[in-house]
Structure formats: C-alpha cells, structure tokens
C-alpha cells in the first residue's frame, strides 16, 4: 500500500528482553517521526528523523531507547531492557520535509502495541 | 510544562448540537497550529490547520489567539459521526517537530 507501514502490529514480550518495531514510511517523505501513546493520552514526541539522521531525540525517555534511519527511508525503534512502563501504543509517522509544502499533515501508521509483561 | 495542554473531557452532547474545544500552548514562538481527529483504537488523522484568520471547513472552525496562546475548535450541527478523540497539535518555529495534547474526547449522542 501507500502508506504507513508498521511491524509487527502487537508484540508482547517479558520484562527485560530486547524489542523492535519498525516503520516504513511513505515513498519520499524525508522527515519520520516516532511517537508513543499510552491509553487516554495524547501522541509523546519520542524522536524525529531528517533523512538519515535524527534531527531532535529529545524525547527518548532514556538511553534504553534508540533508533536508526540508516538508508533515510524504513526505521526501526529499539528498546533494550524493557519494563512493563513501555508498555505503550508505538506510533510512526512520516511527512513531506520541505518546510513550505508541509502542511503539517504527519501520516501514522497503524502503530505497534507493545505490552510487556 | 507539557507543551500543549486540553481539557480531556468527555463532552457528551446531543446530535444537533454546537462544541466547542480550547487548547493552550506553552511555547510563545510556536509557529503552526493543527487539529487532528482520533477515532477509537486508529491512528490520528489531520482535521484543519488553524490559521491566524482563523478558518472553516464545513462544520468546523477554527480560530487561534496568539496573544493568549490558546486554540480552539467549534463543531457546529454535530453528527453521530463526530464522536472521536481530538488531538490539538503544535509546531514551534524551529525544526519540524510536532506537539500533541492529550486529546479532548467527544461522544456524539443520538
């Protein structure tokens, strides 16, 4: 399809293990951004991409998380050690990076459910 | 202090009905005001920008006030369909970030 792809759709895993999820953008969309949100929040900014390289990863609660965009097209999150406060809806988003042609439309992905027991 | 903050609600109003969602953001400089739409266990959608001027679309208006910082959506005639989580998004002046609230939940009842 032409839009958002995000793998795998629900992941359940135990506490402390090693997780990732994944997102395809759209075709040509240079800017990608993950998102995080648990039940009755809004979407936390977890990092934005520009291409290859992470623009802003502000949002990163900690450095059990990480996240690579090495060709500036799929990305994949990491999470390392997880805890059961992860446990969260993964949201994925790409855009159209040229600052006059944006928008501010963010196409989402489905997102991935991570649940960690 | 979050960035963008919304009073989550719920509004339950009667189908027919006009509501109306504020927003207040943080940061003075933010340049880019948005509403997103969130239907129950899907992923967020864009409504509307909001300009300066402030704009319409069918049913919905939006409007920002700069000098208090705050956004808002006015839903006119409401329609069962409306029912969903509405998201106010915010883009400050540098780089391409965008902000969320925690979405304000309404339910349209018939």
Same mark, same amino acid.
């Given at each position: ?19 990732? @999820? ?37 949002? @990163? ?57 | ?110």
């Amino acid at each position: 399809g032409a839009g958002v792809s995000q793998t795998p759709s629900n992941k359940v895993t135990e506490k402390g293990k090693y997780v990732e @999820l994944r997102c395809d953008p759209i075709s040509g969309h240079t800017a990608l951004y993950w998102y995080r949100q648990s039940l009755g929040q809004g979407p936390e900014f977890l990092i934005y991409f520009q291409g290859t390289g992470a623009a802003d990863d502000s949002g @990163l609660p900690n450095d059990r998380f990480f996240a690579v965009r090495p060709e500036g097209s799929v990305s994949t999150l990491k999470i390392q050690r997880t805890e059961r406060g992860d446990s969260a809806m993964y949201l994925c988003a790409s855009s159209v990076t040229d600052r006059d042609a944006n928008t501010g439309e963010l196409f989402f992905g489905e997102g991935s459910r991570l649940t960690v027991l | 202090r979050k960035e963008v903050e919304q009073d989550p609600g719920p509004f339950n109003v009667p189908e027919g009905a006009t509501v109306a969602f504020n927003c207040t953001y943080s940061n003075s400089a933010s340049q880019s005001f948005f509403w997103y739409r969130q239907d129950c266990r899907k992923e967020p959608k864009l409504l509307m920008s909001v300009y300066s001027s402030g704009n319409e679309d069918g049913r919905f208006t939006a409007q920002l006030n700069r000098a208090s910082q705050y956004i808002s959506l006015l839903i006119r005639d409401s329609k069962l369909s409306d029912s969903a989580t509405y998201l106010c998004v915010v883009s400050p002046n540098t780089g391409n970030q965008f902000y969320f609230g925690t979405g304000t939940s309404l339910t349209v009842i018939p």
